[in-house]
C-alpha cells in the first residue's frame, strides 16, 4: 500500500482544530520516534525510512515497527509504507542495532489526531507540533493502490482546502531533517 500524504504548514492552529473537532473526535498523543539507517547512510540517501514509533495516549501505550521505501510521487513525497505493531519497543530496538542499523535521529512529535471519511476514503488528519521546531503542521493521509494515488491526493487537496489549507502552505521538508537542522 502507498500513504499518500500531504503536508502543509498552519497559520491558523486554533481554526483548523475547531474545523477538524467538527469532522471527529480527536486522539492526542505523543510519539516518541527513532529513526534507524545503516552506518554508510544509504537508507536516508536513498529516500528510504525505518522507524521505532512509540505512541503515548490516553488508551495507552503502543509501538509500530515502519519501513517505507522511496517516495513513488515527487511532489507529495507519497511513499509505499508497510507497519506493524510490535509487543516489546526496547526488543525491537535491540533487534535493528543487533541487524548493524544504527539509531540516525530520534525525537517527540506532539500530535492531534483525526479519523473521518471523506471522499469515500478513510482519512487521517493529524495536526503536528515538533518541539525542537517552530510552527504547526497538518498531514492528511489515506492508503491506497499504487493506481489510485492520483486520485486520492487530489481527494487529499480539496480536504485540505475545506480546512482552509492553500496549495502555497504545502511542504516536502521532513521532520527528521528540520530537527537536524535545528541541533546543528
Known amino acids: 500500500m502507498i500513504e499518500a500524504e500531504l503536508k502543509a504548514r498552519v497559520h491558523a492552529p486554533d481554526t483548523v482544530t475547531q474545523q477538524l473537532d467538527k469532522l471527529a473526535t480527536a486522539r492526542v498523543e505523543v510519539y516518541q520516534d527513532t529513526y534507524y539507517d545503516r ?3 544509504s537508507l536516508d540517501k536513498a529516500g528510504e525510512e525505518l522507524r521505532v514509533r512509540t505512541v503515548h495516549g490516553t488508551d495507552g501505550t503502543r509501538t509500530v515497527l515502519t519501513y517505507k521505501a522511496a517516495a513513488v510521487d515527487e511532489a507529495s513525497g507519497s511513499k ?3 507497519e506493524t505493531l510490535v509487543e516489546d519497543a526496547e526488543a525491537t530496538h535491540a533487534i535493528l542495532r543487533g541487524l548493524g542499523h544504527v539509531p540516525f535521529i530520534a525525537f517527540q512529535k506532539h ?5 473521518f471519511e471523506a471522499h469515500g476514503r478513510k482519512m487521517l488528519a493529524t495536526l503536528v507540533r515538533v518541539p525542537e521546531i517552530d510552527g504547526t503542521f497538518l498531514e492528511v493521509e ?3 493502490d499504487d493506481d489510485d494515488l492520483a486520485s486520492a491526493l487530489n481527494d487529499i ?3 485540505l482546502t475545506d480546512l482552509g489549507i492553500s496549495p502555497e502552505d504545502l511542504t516536502r521538508d521532513t521532520y527528521t531533517g528540520a530537527v537536524a537542522a535545528q541541533r546543528r
Open 39 to 41: 552506518p554508510d547512510g
Open 111 to 115: 500530535c492531534r489526531n483525526y479519523d
Open 80 to 82: 509505499p509504507e508497510h
Open 157 to 159: 487537496r480539496t480536504v
Open 142 to 144: 489515506t492508503l491506497v
